[in-house]
């Protein structure tokens, strides 16, 4: 089983405009990192991103930057496999890997493309591609409404 998914959307902007969206931490929090993000995406950073829903900074490595057309990034899977003291899991923490492709349809619209992959093929992989995969259309949705009409869709809506 390989656990994966890709979504796409587009959006009434310009390329550059919703890539920016994307990359600039004052932005992103504006839409979508409702506890904040720290750090510009960059190729090599390791930025933060907190969420009222999941509170705690999630670290999110910077694997790849090209500008206006495409975001890979690394993080934790969260799959719940956690090593403790008393219950070791081997290869417990492991990441998965996210791209965002940006395409310019024209010069006022963009398709975003966001896909994730490597997961464990377990149970608890599964649930948390399922949650992930909810979580970057949440994101698209957001990002369409913040960007087309100033709308935060997240505000209010989990806590």
Not at 30 to 47: D, I, N, S, W
Not at 58 to 83: C, H, K, N, T, Y
Not at 135 to 158: D, P, Q, V, Y
Request: hydrophobic share 40%.
């Amino acid at each position: 089983m390989d656990l994966r998914f890709k979504i796409a959307g587009r959006i009434s902007r310009p390329v550059r405009e919703v890539f920016e969206a994307v990359a600039d931490p004052d932005q992103l929090s504006r839409y979508f990192t409702t506890g904040g993000a720290k750090g510009r995406l960059v190729t090599g950073a390791t930025v933060t991103w907190d969420f009222a829903d999941f509170p705690g900074a999630f670290p999110v490595e910077v694997v790849e930057v090209e500008q206006d057309r495409r975001i890979v990034l690394r993080w934790e899977a969260a799959d719940g496999a956690q090593s403790t003291a008393d219950t070791p899991v081997a290869g417990a923490a492991y990441s998965t890997t996210v791209t965002m492709e940006f395409e310019a349809l024209g010069e006022d619209r963009t398709l975003v493309t966001i896909a994730e992959e490597g997961w464990r093929p377990t149970p608890a992989g599964q649930r948390a591609s399922y949650g992930n995969c909810e979580g970057w259309t949440s994101m698209l949705c957001c990002l369409k409404a913040w960007l087309e009409h100033g709308i935060n869709l997240r505000a209010g809506f989990f806590v």
